[in-house]
């Protein structure tokens, strides 16, 4: 199984996660599932069918996480010392040659990727145009609305 990169602080995020499915939601669900069972006749009882599907949910997603957690390869962006170039963890700023705009990035995991608080996905377009790119470069991304070509402003390792 290949390697799966993910920031210190995306693996944290997945451990708790983890933590609170086993020891929150898996007892929860238990209860749920007997106390369904309690009212009598399984076979027409929507309380209780609802309750193993979420018990199928919550099992899936363990399995999920403990898989990408035993795959993954935990990189501290504030370890890396990759000379100025873009890699996996660091964070971006950017300009977009046309309009101005400024934007900043940081590239992280595929369970971290949240473009609301910056963190793209280190498969997506625009972090793959990136990658190996240093301050200075340009680097061109097809997008939906068209070729964007974006000025690296800066890079930094947080």
């Given at each position: 199984?290949?390697t799966?990169?993910?920031t210190?602080?995306?693996a944290?995020?997945?451990?708790?996660?983890?933590?609170r499915?086993?020891?929150?939601d898996?007892?929860?669900?238990?209860?749920?599932?007997?106390?369904a069972?309690?009212?009598g006749?399984?076979?027409?009882?929507?309380e209780?069918?609802?309750?193993?599907d979420r018990q199928?949910?919550?099992?899936?997603r363990i399995?999920?996480?403990?898989?990408?957690l035993?795959a993954?390869?935990?990189?501290d962006p504030?370890?890396?010392d990759?000379?100025?170039?873009v890699v996996?963890?660091?964070?971006?700023?950017?300009?977009?040659?046309?309009?101005?705009?400024?934007v900043?990035?940081?590239i992280?995991g595929?369970?971290?990727?949240?473009?609301?608080?910056?963190?793209?996905?280190?498969?997506?377009p625009?972090?793959?145009?990136?990658i190996?790119?240093?301050?200075?470069?340009?680097?061109?991304?097809?997008?939906?609305?068209g070729?964007?070509?974006?000025?690296i402003?800066?890079?930094?390792?947080?």
């Open positions: 199984m290949a799966i990169p993910i210190k602080r995306g944290e995020k997945l451990r708790e996660e983890l933590r499915l086993k020891s929150v898996r007892p929860a669900v238990i209860n749920a599932i007997a106390e069972r309690a009212q006749d399984i076979s027409e009882n929507a209780y069918e609802s309750a193993k199928g949910f919550i099992e899936g399995l999920e996480i403990e898989g990408k035993s993954s390869q935990v990189i504030s370890e890396l990759a000379g100025g170039k996996f963890g660091s964070t971006v700023e950017l300009e977009e040659e046309d309009s101005g705009d400024a900043k990035y940081q992280v595929e369970d971290e990727a949240d473009l609301k608080q910056g963190l793209i996905n280190v498969s997506s625009i972090a793959r145009a990136l190996g790119k240093e301050e200075g470069d340009t680097a061109e991304v097809q997008t939906p609305g070729l964007k070509r974006y000025e402003v800066a890079v930094s390792y947080l």
